[in-house]
């Protein structure tokens, strides 16, 4: 079983750039599949990116495949995957989750993970 630490969300203007961490503890990141999502509140979670459990795939949404706003990557040494954001805009204010799956794809599916983090806030200003 891994935990997932979630660290660097918080106030950003519009425009600006954030990096999100998620952390493995208790047995290591490349093991795993690792996806991020966001939930507004009202609205569904919402899948942005994730990263196969060798690292061969990536699968981003298309709303943030644009000018590669968001990119996922994986460090092992660290045992944390990140998700780097730029050109933020309001409507990328959510709570952000990162899930992981031992062993997975790159899914976008919320289904298909086991193990979430803690989520962490992103407000982007306007």
């Known amino acids: 079983q891994v935990q997932l630490v979630q660290s660097g969300g918080g106030l950003v203007q519009a425009g600006g750039s954030l990096r999100l961490s998620c952390a493995a503890s208790?047995?290591?990141?490349?093991?795993?599949?690792v996806a991020w999502f966001r939930q507004a509140p009202g609205k569904e979670r919402e899948f942005l990116a994730s990263i196969s459990w060798s690292g061969a795939s990536l699968s981003y949404a298309d709303s943030v495949k644009g000018r590669s706003r968001f990119t996922i990557s994986r460090d092992n040494a660290k045992n944390t995957v990140y998700l780097q954001m730029t050109s933020l805009k309001p409507e990328d204010t959510a709570l952000y989750y990162c899930a992981a799956q031992r062993f997975g794809g790159a899914s976008d599916s919320v289904r298909a993970y086991d193990y979430w983090g803690q989520g962490t806030q992103v407000t982007v200003s306007s």
């Open positions: 208790e047995r290591t990141v490349s093991e795993y599949a």
